[in-house]
């Protein structure tokens, strides 16, 4: 079955995906009155497990609503020494290599796997294992924050499959890792 | 006469505008057979007169091909002592804070003005003068390098007015500054 890593994720113009104290009001800054899901339901329907790190598990146990996934989520935590109770069935705890954390997640037969957590995504590209990025801009410069990308030892090419607007406002665009041949 | 600071420049995915050695052959890297000039002479239409700092003079100075402007160039520099005899009538030294600068430019009646280079972008941004972006992304990301954003004081909302795809591959977007009322 086709293996494929994917990144779903909004970023401020000057590419942040929180702002300094971890805040993410600034997401949605754009009246939503359509309620548009920004093509999110389209996207995990074609995703089978999710892949994220401590920081985002634990921003996501902290909101306020209901667990939000409908699919396996796999917490990369070399600290974490469990899944919480409350979560238990539906997050699960890996540790090692990315290499390690994938067999182990494609030996249970999940392949499509959204990969979330800025850390995570920056540990994933590092060793190039993200096949698509599918990123929404969000019209403001922070200035400063946590941002999406960070160093990589070499340039990484990437194909534009699509560019969509929301809301008027928000351009969304899909890439596909191109690599070299 | 309205006056408007434009910015029009490509970055990389992650918002470089030059690789760490200050090379920007990755700008070339999507084939343009179709020879498009990315929207550039509809943009040069509307300007008065450009705006960089010694940097940006010093690369263009450097390319190997004509004096490339058509408009008066004007160049912020406080270590620069006098624009060199080949480019006088076309470049113009000018000194001081920005406003210092801006009224010297404006009484000139030059009020639409192209602002580039990195740090006179950036500086221009710390100061709110900004009122105009068109970002063109090229689906790269490099690692490292020269970026085209930094610090703020605080957040700035902008307000998207078009996104358009060039070469099938490149997402140009086109932003005003949206100040609060």
């Given at each position: 079955m086709e293996?494929?890593?994917?990144v779903f994720i909004a970023t401020s113009l000057d590419g942040y995906i929180a702002d300094k104290n971890g805040?993410?009001?600034?997401?949605?800054?754009?009246?939503?009155?359509e309620n548009s899901d920004m093509g999110y339901f389209r996207f995990m329907?074609?995703?089978d497990a999710m892949v994220m790190g401590r920081n985002t598990f634990d921003t996501v146990c902290g909101f306020d609503v209901e667990w939000p996934y409908t699919v396996p989520v796999f917490v990369l935590s070399n600290s974490l020494q469990e899944i919480p109770?409350?979560?238990q069935g539906k997050a699960h705890l890996v540790k090692g290599s990315l290499s390690e954390v994938l067999s182990?997640?494609?030996k249970q037969n999940y392949h499509r796997l959204y990969i979330d957590g800025g850390i995570t995504i920056?540990?994933?590209l590092n060793e190039d294992l993200i096949d698509e990025m599918i990123i929404t801009t969000i019209p403001v410069l922070l200035g400063d924050g946590?941002?999406?990308f960070s160093a990589l030892n070499h340039e990484m090419y990437f194909e534009l499959v699509k560019s969509e607007v929301h809301l008027n406002q928000?351009?969304?665009?899909h890439y596909t890792r191109k690599r070299p041949q």
């Open positions: 293996k494929r890593n994917s805040g993410i009001d600034w997401l949605d800054s754009t009246p939503n009155t329907k074609h995703i109770a409350k979560y182990t997640i494609h920056q540990q994933f946590i941002s999406l928000l351009v969304q665009s």
